[in-house]
């Protein structure tokens, strides 16, 4: 079975404040993505990878950077954190284009 | 835009009974994904199924691309099997992953 750790499981902000999200994947997969899960709205994703350097932007990118600095992780960063991205995040790998996707446990963002 | 629709919402049924889930696409597609999650987990692939039928165990899943749509049908559901499905779709010329919003299954004894 795939493995997509994610850390940390939890996190309270201060609006303003950096975030950072980290994901790691043992598998050895080229892709992965970062998605946001709201009740309404389903699954959307914000940045993913095809490998080590690269990133994309996704379906809702603003307020979000991501970073690949290697096969194994993917970072999801707020500079500035705002309310309306209290969720809960969801990282995933997937070995290429036709693919089943490997989730991590999520994390609950809170931004006061 | 690409999107997926699920129905229903949601569904209750009493153990032993047979679920259906239907998804279907704004736009062709060329992979789609059955997915489970219990409340607060992780998304579990259940089925990947691009085309025609797929079992796994007491799922089954159907995906008639030229109709647009993808079907899960659970047999002899379990209380265990309770949780949201969720069905998501690649664009067959987009290359993006799109998901549903998902079904929420409720079985009971």
């Known amino acids: 079975e795939a493995a997509v750790t994610q850390s940390p499981r939890n996190k309270v902000a201060v609006t303003g404040g950096k975030v950072t999200l980290s994901c790691n994947q043992t598998n050895n997969h080229n892709n992965m993505y970062w998605y946001r899960q709201d009740t309404g709205h389903g699954l959307r994703l914000i940045h993913y990878s095809y490998g080590a350097g690269s990133t994309e932007k996704g379906d809702i990118p603003d307020g979000y950077k991501a970073s690949r600095p290697s096969q194994e992780n993917f970072s999801l960063i707020l500079e500035l954190a705002t309310p309306s991205q209290t969720s809960v995040y969801f990282c995933a790998s997937g070995p290429g284009s036709a693919e089943t996707l490997y989730f991590g446990s999520g994390t609950r963002l809170t931004v006061l | 835009e690409q999107q997926v629709q699920q129905s229903p919402a949601s569904l209750v049924l009493q153990e032993a009974e047979n679920a259906e889930l239907q998804c279907s696409f704004s736009?062709?597609?060329?992979?789609v994904q059955w997915f489970y999650q219990r409340p607060g987990g992780r998304l579990v692939s259940l089925l990947y199924n691009p085309s025609g039928t797929k079992q796994s165990g007491r799922l089954t899943s159907t995906t008639v691309i030229k109709e647009r749509r993808s079907s899960l049908h659970i047999s002899s559901s379990q209380i265990t099997d309770s949780g949201t499905y969720l069905c998501a779709m690649t664009g067959a010329n987009t290359g993006k992953l799109t998901f549903g919003h998902g079904t929420i299954l409720r079985v009971h004894p």
């Open positions: 736009i062709f597609t060329n992979q």
